[in-house]
């Protein structure tokens, strides 16, 4: 029960977050893309910030929602002149049709994202990246 209160109240803010969004205030992030043939949006309710970040996955196939996965996500900054490779690896806990967990972006710039997927002993990968 208090799930499901914890999940009208994300639907709500999402509703709002919706509609406010022309103000560019408290608007969340989202991007989506394919693995394979899987649909595949990853999202934060809260712009990306360095630091912590909850961050949802929600994978389709066909238009149906793919539950009992295991996901994992990965973000990852190439070695640059003056700062070593950085990764932040999660496997994410799974709530039926929903994946979320904790993805630590340590520092701005360009992140490299990958989203791993494994589904009925197959295997998946999203291939995204996003900039802070
Ligand atoms: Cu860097």
Redo the contacts with the bound molecule.
């Keep these: 029960m208090k799930k499901l209160f914890k999940l009208v109240s994300l639907l709500t803010l999402g509703l709002f977050f919706v509609a406010c969004g022309d103000s560019g205030v408290s608007e969340g992030f989202t991007k989506s893309g394919k693995a394979g043939s899987l649909d595949v949006t990853y999202s934060s309710a809260k712009p990306l910030v360095v630091g912590d970040n909850t961050m949802n996955v929600t994978i389709t196939e066909n238009g149906k929602a793919v539950t009992g996965a295991k996901v994992e996500m990965k973000v990852f900054?190439p070695e640059?002149p003056g700062?070593p490779y950085?990764d932040f690896i999660k496997v994410l806990d799974a709530a039926g049709d929903k994946y979320s967990g904790n993805i630590n972006y340590s520092?701005?710039?360009t992140w490299q994202v990958k989203i791993f997927i494994e589904k009925d002993g197959k295997k998946y990968k999203h291939s995204s990246s996003v900039i802070l």
């Design positions: 900054m640059m700062m950085m520092m701005g710039g």
